[in-house]
C-alpha cells in the first residue's frame, strides 16, 4: 500500500516533533507556542489514522464482506463502530 509508507513518514513526523515540543515545556517556553506544536502533532496522527482506516476499508473489511464468514463481517464492522466510538470522545 502507498499509504503504508505515508503513515509511517507521519508517525515519524510526529514522533520527531514531539521530542521537540517536550524539550519546549522543560524550557518553560511560552504555553501557547507549546499548544500550537501539540496541535500540529494531533494533525499529524489524525491523518496518520484516516490513511490507516482508508487502507483498511479498501483491502481487509472489502475482503471480509466478499467472503462467506458471517461471523468475522460482523466482527469487522463492530471494529469500525467502536473505532468511530472512540474517535468521537
Known amino acids: 500500500m502507498k499509504d503504508k509508507n505515508e503513515v509511517l513518514i507521519g508517525l515519524k513526523k510526529a514522533q520527531s516533533h514531539l521530542g ?3 524539550n ?3 524550557s518553560h517556553e511560552y504555553c501557547i507556542d507549546i499548544m500550537q506544536q501539540i496541535l500540529a ?3 499529524l496522527l489524525k491523518s496518520a489514522n484516516q490513511k490507516l482506516l482508508a487502507d483498511h476499508l479498501n483491502s481487509c473489511f472489502i475482503s471480509a464482506l466478499k467472503g462467506s464468514n458471517e461471523a ?3 466482527e469487522m464492522v463492530e471494529e469500525i463502530l467502536h473505532l468511530e466510538k472512540m474517535n468521537s470522545k
Do not use: D, N, P
Open 24 to 26: 519546549m515545556a522543560e
Open 20 to 22: 521537540k515540543v517536550i
Open 72 to 74: 468475522r463481517k460482523k
Open 41 to 43: 502533532i494531533v494533525g
